[in-house]
């Protein structure tokens, strides 16, 4: 299978959030900061503590919103160039082989640790970090349908 694309800037930067959100470190952070949001907000309303404790945890959870959803996206964004670059993909059986006018490399299957497919890419790491983007609207149906077959069959996830 053939396909050649390019990125999409929101789309991408929507792909990214998606990225930070399922990161274990991230889902962690966000609960603590939950939890102690709730409980300050349960503490106030008892009485129990002072409106600064509450307002603390409210700011710190807007900042993490902000954070996460706006300002990690948007630095890796104008961090790298591949954003920029067009590209052509040969996928096969053993592999992807990526060309774009500064060079090509192919990718091995066994190369990839795992796996992520949100509404507009599909994620495949290098490593727990490290991660490549494929824009799924450049398939059709049977590609799709191809593709899915071929990471579920050699990337484990």
């Not at 800037?9 to 990214?16: D, H, N, R, T, W």
């Not at 191809?146 to 990337?155: A, G, Q, S």
């Amino acid at each position: 299978m053939r396909i050649s694309f390019s990125y999409q800037k929101a789309k991408v930067l929507q792909a990214l959030r998606y990225h930070f959100v399922s990161r274990k470190e991230i889902k962690v952070l966000v609960i603590l900061v939950n939890v102690f949001a709730i409980l300050s907000a349960i503490l106030l309303y008892a009485k129990k503590i002072r409106p600064e404790p509450f307002l603390l945890s409210s700011f710190v959870w807007v900042i993490m919103a902000l954070c996460i959803w706006y300002i990690l996206p948007t630095m890796v964004y104008k961090k790298s160039t591949a954003f920029l670059d067009s590209y052509t993909a040969d996928i096969n059986e053993k592999g992807i082989n990526m060309q774009t006018d500064r060079g090509e490399v192919f990718w091995l299957w066994n190369g990839f640790v795992k796996h992520l497919e949100t509404p507009h890419h599909f994620h495949l790491y290098f490593n727990e970090k490290s991660f490549f983007l494929i824009p799924k609207e450049v398939m059709n149906e049977t590609q799709l349908h191809e593709f899915r077959n071929l990471m579920n069959t050699h990337i484990s996830s």
